[in-house]
């Protein structure tokens, strides 16, 4: 994990006090709430419905214990006792005062963490796979190229005003669990013929209103440009983005509109110009003293079956489901990557209690190496198991309510906070996801159903990614009443697609019906059960869908 | 309004700022409008006295390659502080063409940009703001000196040891 040395430490503690600053002027009245805005956004901190938000960075989704104990004292002391997990893996508290965020932020400060543009138009927080460092599939850390991009991005004093928000996520693997297709800038770590690294590049890619999937540009920029292209790519976007209309201001408009071979010349004229001053170009001892932080652990040497593994499966029913769900391969044998729902029925996704989080803590100290991860689908992640320990970790998760092995099962819903908390949203997510999950509650039949990713977002800003949902629903206000649109066979993995509007809207009293008629829809479809809802749906595309949920229309 | 450069208030600016139809007096420094200037290139150029331009964000430097390096004041301005164009315009002026003149930021320049704007290579801030003018005056501006990337100021700012390549603190820069 990366830690803060000394000039890292004052750079926070210099943002935290002009925090403070911005804050006193707020509330002697010398800032007015117009000209505040953009500032609190800056440091995370939005004002929502009944009170202010305030979005804490998790880095690439990377925490160690003292962190996550910290962000549960946070809870605490300054919350109602819980946090809700974001899909760009950040922390969100949604009952602060305005006067306590500075003193928040020291609290974050001294666990070396920070809200440093978790909102507002500039580069947000970097995203990176939550297996990184673990998967079997990686050619190295992506990890270290996202903590290389965040600190290049943090104040960055050219691209802190952009037409509107920027978001990159990096993977480096061929599966994609970081959605990077729907993000500005999606990295992709690579090697390439001569076995070297590098990064295959998309840009334009988002979801809001206007969906898109990112365009490749490259197919393989070597490692050491990496800084010198993305400062391409946003001077490309500072200087020709739409600020004429917020909602159409993202990259993805631009490379829309341009077209992406003008966008991508444009970009590669400005590579070349920032290159030939070559003050971007990475140092091999740099990215290697970055990489030193992401050294793999000491693993133990282990047989990779696990006879204590096996015997609690044999044992028992539970944690047999467990092991089959939410265990994942890990590289190294004898160990295995444990994903901590926070998806438990009838729960709302994404959120931990601050005894939640003190026990995840306890459990990575102890088992994981002190590490835990957020993944995008607002889950923990304990990448480090032996698997002769995961029973136990097991045992202690199910106290807690924590260990329903769901993962990547119907249950395992993304959904935003929705009109339950949010000023934009025209519809409520949370109840509707725990509706649909209690209604598929019975853990047999989400076997049954296999792999299905249901994701909701309350308005169209889409900050539950229904667009790129097998099954996506889109809360929207219909007269006054909360209306669902469904989109079907979206995906936002490696075979990114956005999902189509299967006809029109249902009520909230009909929306879960409508969920478990597209179901059982798929199961009588399917040539298998190895034949999952997306790839039935790209099979035989969304009529037979449409014509069992408007057969009485 | 207060003109503040290289790190003190000045006075005495010399330069006259013209509209799109004002006339061009026979004598002094003058900055006119970027269409305008194009427009009146040559005549402005036989002129025995320095030439600045006024660059809206978002005009961009279309045209004025090839006059860059006989300007003595380039004008970017900030029509909404949220309006960050001009801090690209800025660093490619400085960086790209090697302009060492005069660059001057007008329009909405508040407190909390001024760094930022310092970085990318204004060594002018035309400041309209009361509060920010008297901050700046009473010594009340807290902004992060440190920083992760490189910019335009950076020959200005030696490197902290320590091995990072960019780390700056640009602390003696405002």
Not at chain 1, 184 to 194: C, S, T
Not at chain 2, 75 to 104: C, H, M, N, Q, W
Request: with cysteine; net charge negative; proline share 5%.
């Amino acid at each position: 994990m990366y830690r803060y040395d000394e000039f890292d430490r004052q750079f926070v503690a210099e943002r935290v006090e002009e925090f403070r600053d911005q804050v006193a002027r707020r509330l002697s009245g010398e800032l007015t709430e117009d000209e505040f805005r953009p500032l609190r956004l800056m440091n995370g901190v939005y004002l929502q419905l009944h009170a202010y938000m305030l979005r804490i960075a998790i880095p690439y989704g990377t925490l160690n214990g003292r962190k996550l104990r910290r962000l549960a004292h946070i809870a605490r002391r300054y919350d109602r006792g819980f946090g809700h997990f974001t899909t760009r893996q950040n922390l969100q508290f949604n009952w602060i005062r305005l006067e306590d965020v500075p003193d928040i932020l020291a609290e974050l400060a001294e666990v070396e963490m920070h809200a440093i543009q978790t909102s507002g138009n500039c580069i947000r927080n970097v995203s990176a796979d939550h297996f990184a460092g673990a998967a079997a599939d990686e050619v190295a850390d992506p990890r270290v190229y996202a903590e290389i991009l965040r600190q290049w991005s943090s104040l960055h004093p050219e691209f802190t005003f952009l037409p509107r928000k920027f978001k990159i996520a990096v993977v480096a693997s061929p599966a994609d669990r970081a959605a990077i297709q729907v993000h500005d800038i999606g990295l992709q770590v690579k090697r390439n013929e001569a076995g070297e690294l590098g990064f295959a590049v998309w840009v334009g890619g988002g979801l809001g209103r206007t969906p898109m999937i990112g365009r490749k540009v490259r197919d393989f920029l070597p490692e050491a440009e990496l800084l010198s292209y993305c400062e391409a790519i946003l001077r490309v976007y500072n200087l020709h983005g739409r600020r004429d209309n917020k909602y159409k201001a993202r990259l993805k408009i631009l490379v829309h509109e341009a077209g992406v071979d003008e966008i991508a010349r444009d970009i590669e004229a400005e590579y070349e110009a920032i290159r030939a001053r070559g003050a971007l170009a990475m140092p091999q001892e740099e990215i290697a003293r970055i990489r030193a932080y992401f050294a793999p652990p000491a693993f133990a040497q282990l047989p990779a079956r696990s006879s204590v593994f096996e015997a609690a499966k044999a044992d028992s029913r539970s944690f047999a489901l467990f092991a089959e769900r939410n265990v994942a391969p890990h590289k190294v044998p004898g160990y295995g990557i444990v994903t901590i729902s926070l998806k438990a029925i009838g729960a709302p996704p994404g959120d931990a209690t601050a005894e939640q989080m003190e026990l995840v803590a306890d459990l990575a100290e102890r088992y994981s190496f002190d590490e835990v991860r957020v993944s995008h689908e607002q889950n923990l992640v304990l990448p480090h198991v032996r698997l002769d320990d995961i029973p136990a970790v097991h045992a202690a998760l199910a106290e807690a309510n924590l260990a329903t092995p769901n993962a990547g099962l119907v249950t395992d819903i993304i959904a935003c906070p929705g009109l339950d908390y949010c000023a934009l949203a025209n519809a409520r997510s949370i109840p509707v996801a725990q509706r649909i999950a209690r209604r598929f509650a019975d853990i047999e039949r989400q076997k049954q159903i296999g792999d299905l990713k249901i994701k909701i977002s309350g308005c169209i800003n889409a900050c539950g990614h229904h667009h790129v949902g097998h099954i996506g629903i889109l809360g929207v206000d219909r007269k006054g009443e909360e209306f669902y649109q469904i989109t079907l066979g979206g995906s936002g993995d490696e075979t990114c697609s956005i999902g189509e509007i299967v006809g029109k809207g249902f009520s909230s009293e009909e929306v879960v019906d409508a969920v478990e008629t597209i179901i059982e829809t798929y199961l009588g479809l399917r040539q298998g059960p190895e034949e999952t809802f997306l790839a039935v749906f790209r099979r035989v595309g969304e009529a037979p869908f449409r014509e069992a949920l408007y057969a009485d229309a | 309004m207060a003109l503040y450069r290289n790190g003190s208030f000045v006075t005495d600016d010399p330069w006259r700022i013209l509209g799109a139809d004002e006339p061009v007096p026979p004598a002094g420094p003058v900055a006119l409008p970027k269409a305008r200037f194009l427009a009146e290139r040559e005549a402005l150029v036989g002129r025995n006295a320095p030439l600045g331009v006024v660059i809206e964000a978002g005009e961009g430097l279309d045209g004025l390659e090839d006059d860059i390096h006989r300007l003595s004041l380039i004008v970017l301005t900030f029509p909404k502080y949220t309006d960050g164009r001009s801090y690209s315009t800025a660093r490619i002026l400085r960086e790209r063409f090697s302009y060492r003149g005069e660059l001057r930021a007008t329009g909405n320049v508040l407190r909390d940009q001024l760094r930022f704007m310092v970085r990318c290579g204004f060594d002018a801030l035309e400041i309209v703001h009361e509060g920010t003018i008297a901050a700046l005056k009473e010594g009340r501006i807290k902004l992060v000196s440190l920083h992760y990337q490189p910019a335009s100021r950076d020959e200005d700012i030696p490197p902290i040891a320590g091995g990072r390549p960019w780390r700056r603190s640009s602390a003696g820069l405002l």
